[in-house]
Antibody, heavy 125, light 108 residues
């Protein structure tokens, strides 16, 4: 059974860097791609970015260059950093695992099958 | 960036009713890379449908997905009390994995 657990400070000051870690158990982080998603209070889901099992990363351009996603294979963890935070970055942050497979016709199926419980990060002085 | 627009924003129905939720993409999305999730208050989203029409493990058969190209639909054939929640579609077809803004399914 694959389990994900987010950890990190629940309160960050404006202009500082938000740092979260997702610890994966039951699967190797080298086997899947790993995603960060956030949800501001009372709002919808926003995709932040991912780290592919190859190590490549991508992130939502709306966050400009404030996002860094990395992985520590020795600890089976991946991490998120968001710099220069403002109140708009206050949200529940989720980590998730993207599963994929190719069918006999060559189509690639992707979906988020593994989710952490989420952690609330508040940006406030 | 592919924008997903869900409608309606809120759907008010009763237990036993049929629910039809729409997800429209700003450009064509491969059906294999369209998923639906259910989210209840205080919980993480849960995968319902992947590949536009395949039910995830453990999902009751009253949930079904359909569609292709730019128009996708999630149908719940007979609403149970536990189905009242918020539903999101998501696409993986571009390198930016966007979500729709969600449809809230509420009890009438």
């Amino acid at each position: 059974q694959v389990q994900l657990q987010e950890s990190g400070p629940g309160l960050v000051k404006p202009s500082e860097t938000l740092s979260l870690t997702c610890t994966v158990s039951g699967a190797s982080i080298s086997s899947y791609s790993w995603i960060w998603i956030r949800q501001p209070p009372g709002k919808g889901l926003e995709w932040i970015g991912y780290i592919h099992y190859s190590g490549s990363t991508n992130h939502n351009p709306s966050l400009k260059s404030r996002v860094t996603i990395s992985a520590d294979r020795s600890k089976n963890q991946f991490s998120l950093k968001v710099s220069s935070v403002t109140a708009a970055d206050t949200a529940v942050y989720y980590c998730a695992g993207r599963r994929s497979y190719d069918d006999s016709s060559g189509y690639s199926y992707y979906y988020l099958d593994y989710w952490g419980q989420g952690t609330l990060v508040t940006v406030s002085s | 960036e592919i924008v997903l627009t869900q409608s309606p924003g809120t759907l008010s129905l009763s237990s036993g009713d049929r629910a039809t939720l729409s997800c429209r993409a700003s450009q064509s999305v491969s059906s294999s890379q369209l998923a639906w999730y259910q989210q209840k208050p205080g919980q993480a989203p849960r995968l319902l449908i992947y590949g536009a029409s395949s039910r995830a493990t453990g999902i009751p058969d009253r949930f079904s997905g359909s569609g292709s190209g730019t128009d996708f639909t999630l149908t719940i054939s007979r609403l149970e009390p536990e189905d009242f929640a918020v539903y999101y579609c998501q696409q993986f077809d571009s390198s930016l994995y966007t979500f729709g803004q969600g449809t809230k399914l509420e009890i009438k």
